[in-house]
């Protein structure tokens, strides 16, 4: 079995399983009780434990793209559009909770009685009900990814194809929501968000109870996703992004595999999205670029890709600096996200994860043998470039 | 009948009375109204200027409403009506000027008088002498020596429908041998006479305009029938029908052809944005994030260039300004700043390509989506650094006077830098497969791009010609931001808006293929204006859909953006069945 072999090399030993679990539970411990815990006592500040609540959210789109990038090779562009449009569909209820609060005192929204709108366009009327928001949380963009995947995968659509393909769809649908036509409050989106399920959102309390519910369905999903991996179809899902064509000679519908990951890792960015909307206050077009797409990437590059772990360090340390230099540095900080990132994808293939181990091997405690990435390259492509290299070198003695 | 002879006649008798007044030139028309005390004789006066092309007229009349003519006395003690202009002195006094002669008035000592304002008895004017005015500045324009002039003082004079301008108008007409405004002289008078009592005056003036179905005359056309409808006049309401319908096919006509024409210039944009696309991507397989920012390269390079010939310019260059000298040239001299904007952009962005290249892009030929996450981060880089260099506003690139300006045929508009767009387009098309197919170094691209391995075994020296073909990718982005910059704004983002698009261009043309680049390019800039045009025509249409239809109908509203989108659908469903593009590069790689 051929398939299995080069597979079980980036499965994680037990040892290295048990570090993991270890790290991720003081990591759980720290976020879900200890920082809780001294918000209530007052030591930590409502804003600490906001901005953290918006790492957290930020982290399941981290996620998401991992589980596309990382693990089956998909680079999906649109992963922002999902998270956004998860987003979209919990404002759309936050919006109907304001009630005859806004500005204008109507009982509608304000940028539809803006708009000349005197009672509500039907396709909102349905979001007073949280229960159907959440399951438009899911459904939107779960239907959205199954129809756009079905067609891209059918036609055997890959690599950077599907890359450009996502982008200019999220570039799409950010144009579409920029419009005020679309009724969802065109550039200036949903805000000025009041109650959510009858708590009011500007209390400490409500606040301090989204960032727990946030890290929960943050380390449900990681939880998930670490067991999708043990599977068979995680072993396949790596096949794939290891030799897509030795998986279909094999007989394994790829198309299907990577449907059903596409679909799950947009659910996944849409319930960051939903999560991170109420947070932070506002929800609106910009978050929709392809450009916050490829944030997300960085932060998963910067983490270690394919590691799951590494992605939630990369969003969320990422996004500390990010926090931390856009005010200390507002001008150089693009700059310096973008030369992080050539750096990382030049010389830190494997991301934070994997600095340890290059640590140890630098210093000699498992031997010099150099570490096969995570990302590794089909054979044939190595091959074909260990060919390269010979024929260059060949090159340069002649000359 | 008999009021269509008396139509006819009428002017020929206001031509009487005008020819029978004493020949005088404008100046001492007015200048005689200005010294006549009674208020209906200065009328007759003014009024005898209609249809005069004098172009004093204007600035007389100006002067009058804004108190500037006055009543002095002459070294011979006769009244003259003086305008006083030019700086005041230390005793506000003013220098005169005869209106009859225009000449400076002259003291006892033969130099020119001067007076202060508080000196003279001013002319006075009033309501009916302010409307006299008016009535005669409307028809100055229509005498003017300049067509286009006339054109618009006889446009505006239609349009308004006031039949007091008819016999101007009428008068216009015999003597005029300008074909345009001959023929909107035509309109004019036609859409005069729809406002004309008499039905067959009426529908005369309709079968004229059906004749002429000219944009403009749509609206009052349509009111003439809406009238006719409410006094029962079916005649007349038909030929108004008719009219109506000949006016839209006009319009038809031009919207096609206009379509088709910002088509072209759209798929020329398309095609010049995504040529260097097609070859860094196409050819070499790079997924350069940062093409965007060639264009804005090439952009800014044309701006600088721009500077350097005019005044100069102080660039805020990451906090220190750093000054470019400007050669100061205008005319000719300044307008050739494209010319040379051109080389210096492809080599700015050649350049830079080249770095880019050397620095980054060649550890990464097999690893493609890392090409293309580390070219994204250049992007961020290269963008924040024009932030830095030239300032987070758009800068400011004035087009050269050949390319500002338009021809109009038949009403369709092409403005020159469209269709210089269009045949730059050509000219880059051509200049590339040259370079491809007819020289040295397009063989050794070519042939590296077939099988690297095998060229290089062959001796070619595969890492000098990737440098090459991306340094000459680069320098066409940058060409194509040369362009740009005459059609949009050029700012830090510029190349965000088009690399989407560029993108789309290349995948659509099959990989690898400048000719199926060319074909999407034009196919997908096409299909845009189509239905950019169209849409809001078909919007009602999509009522018809389950469940979306108003929702969908409402978007159609915004046709650009809805247009964009729809696009965007075609390619995917395309893609369904042409998954590697319009041409397929055959290969037996599997992985390839």
């Known amino acids: 079995m051929s398939i299995v072999n080069p597979a079980a090399r980036i499965l994680p030993s037990s040892s290295r399983l048990r570090i993991e679990i270890g790290v991720i539970a003081a990591i759980a411990a720290v976020v879900l009780i200890v920082l809780p815990v001294l918000n209530m006592q007052g030591v930590v500040s409502n804003f600490t434990i906001n901005l953290w609540g918006k790492y957290l959210s930020f982290a399941l789109l981290a996620i998401s793209v991992d589980l596309l990038w990382g693990a089956t090779g998909l680079l999906s562009l649109g992963q922002a559009l999902f998270f956004s449009l998860g987003g979209y569909m919990h404002g759309m209820y936050l919006m109907r909770m304001i009630g005859d609060l806004g500005q204008y005192k109507k009982p509608i929204p304000d940028f539809l009685v803006f708009l ?126 290891d030799g897509e064509n030795r998986v279909l000679f094999s007989g394994y519908a790829a198309a299907n595999y990577k449907l059903f990951v596409f679909v799950v890792a947009a659910i996944i960015a849409s319930v960051g999205g939903a999560l991170y909307t109420p947070q932070v206050g506002i929800i609106n077009p910009s978050a929709m670029t392809t450009d916050k797409s490829l944030e997300a990437v960085v932060w998963v590059a910067v983490g270690g890709r394919g590691t799951l772990l590494g992605p939630i360090l990369g969003a969320i340390g990422v996004n500390w600096l990010k926090s931390w230099a ?74 | 009948m008999i009021l269509r002879i008396l139509h006819s006649t009428l002017p020929l008798i206001f031509f009487a009375l005008a020819a029978s007044a004493p020949a005088q030139t404008a100046r001492e028309t007015i200048a005689s109204a200005a010294l006549e005390g009674s208020v209906a004789k200065k009328r007759q006066l003014l009024d005898s200027l209609a249809g005069k092309g004098d172009p004093a007229i204007a600035g007389l009349f100006d002067a009058w409403r804004q108190d500037q003519l006055f009543i002095a006395t002459a070294e011979d003690g006769a009244a003259v009506a003086v305008q006083l202009t030019g700086e005041p002195d230390a005793d506000e006094k003013l220098n005169a000027i005869s209106i009859a002669t225009g000449e400076p008035l002259l003291d006892a000592s033969g130099q020119p008088a001067r007076f202060a304002r508080s000196e003279l008895k001013p002319v006075e004017h009033n309501a009916l002498l302010r409307r006299s005015m008016k009535g005669v500045l409307d028809l100055v324009d229509l005498s003017s020596e300049d067509p286009d002039r006339r054109l618009k003082a006889v446009q505006t004079i239609g349009y308004s429908q006031d039949a007091s301008k008819l016999p101007p108008l009428e008068k216009r007409l015999s003597v005029e041998n300008n074909g345009r405004v001959r023929n909107a002289l035509l309109e004019g008078i036609a859409l005069i006479q729809l406002k004309d009592p008499s039905d067959e005056t ?14 403009g005359s749509f609206d009052s056309i349509r009111n003439a029938r809406a009238e006719a409808e409410t006094a029962g006049k079916a005649e007349l309401a038909a030929a108004a029908e008719k009219a109506m319908r000949a006016v839209n096919t006009h319009r038809a006509t031009v919207n096609l052809f206009g379509t088709m024409f910002r088509g072209l210039s759209l798929g020329s944009i398309l095609l010049v944005v995504a040529l260097g696309l097609a070859i860094t991507f196409g050819l070499m397989g790079v997924i350069n994030m940062a093409h965007g920012e060639m264009i804005a390269v090439g952009a800014y390079a044309t701006y600088v260039t721009q500077c350097f010939f005019g005044s100069g310019v102080t660039l805020p260059f990451f906090g220190r300004s750093l000054p470019i000298p400007g050669m100061n040239l205008e005319g000719w001299g300044y307008n050739a ?38 070219t994204w981060g250049v992007s961020l880089v290269l963008q924040q650094i024009f932030r830095l260099m030239f300032g987070a506003n758009n800068v400011q690139v004035s087009s050269p006077s050949y390319l500002s300006g338009n021809w109009t045929i038949n009403d369709i508009i092409f403005g020159w830098n469209r269709v210089f767009v269009i045949l730059f387009a050509i000219m880059i098309v051509f200049g590339v497969w040259l370079a491809l197919n007819r020289t040295p170094l397009g063989l050794l691209i070519r042939s590296v791009m077939q099988n690297r391995t095998m060229a290089a075994c062959m001796g070619v020296r595969i890492e000098r010609v990737n440098m090459l073909t991306f340094g000459l990718g680069s320098g066409l982005a940058g060409l194509a931001g040369a362009f740009l910059s005459q059609i949009g704004n050029v700012g830090p983002s510029l190349g965000q808006s088009y690399i989407v698009d560029s993108f789309m261009v290349v995948v659509v043309g099959g990989v690898g293929n400048i000719a199926g680049t060319v074909i999407s390019a034009f196919g997908i800039g096409g299909v845009d204006q189509i239905l950019q045009q169209y849409l809001p025509d078909w919007a009602p249409g999509l009522a018809g859909f389950p469940m979306i239809g108003s929702f969908l109908q ?38 390839g």
């Open chain 2, 554 to 591: 409402n978007l159609a509203q915004d046709s650009a953006v809805f247009g964009k989108i729809l696009v965007l659908v075609f390619i995917i469903l395309f893609l369904q069945w042409r998954p590697a593009g319009i041409f397929v590069t055959r290969s037996r790689n599997l992985e």
């Open chain 2, 202 to 215: 009426r529908l005369h003036a309709l079968d004229t305009l059906r004749e002429l179905a000219t944009l």
């Open chain 1, 326 to 399: 856009t005010r200390a540095y507002p001008d150089q900080w693009l700059i310096f996200l973008g030369g992080l990132f050539i750096i990382v994808v030049l010389f830190l293939p494997g991301g934070i994860v994997s600095l340890p181990k290059r640590m140890a091997a630098l210093f000699g405690f498992h031997g010099t043998k150099r570490e096969k990435t995570t990302a590794a390259e089909p054979e044939t492509e190595t091959a074909t470039a260990t060919a390269i290299e010979t024929a260059a070198s060949i090159e340069t003695t002649k000359g």
């Open chain 1, 116 to 241: 000349g709108w005197t009672e509500l366009p039907s396709f909102w009327k349905p979001f007073d009900s949280f229960a159907f928001a959440i399951a438009m949380v899911i459904l939107v963009p779960g239907l959205l990814a199954f129809v756009f995947g079905y067609l891209a995968f059918r036609s055997r659509i890959k690599g950077v194809y599907f890359s450009i393909l996502t982008q200019a769809l999220t570039y799409a649908a950010s144009i579409m929501f920029f419009r005020n036509n679309l009724l969802l409050g065109g550039n200036n989106g949903f805000t000025d968000f009041k109650f959510i399920l009858g708590y009011n959102l500007l209390e400490p309390a409500t606040q301090r109870g989204l960032y727990i519910v946030t890290g929960v369905v943050l380390l449900l999903t990681y939880i998930f996703c670490r067991w999708l991996r043990s599977t068979k179809f995680g072993l396949v899902q790596r096949a794939i992004r």
């Open chain 2, 337 to 374: 700043y494209f010319v040379c904007a051109l080389p210096v952009s492809f080599l700015a962005a050649a350049l830079v390509g080249i770095g880019l290249e050397r620095g980054i892009i060649r550890f990464l030929y097999r690893r493609p989506l890392e090409s293309l996450l580390a």
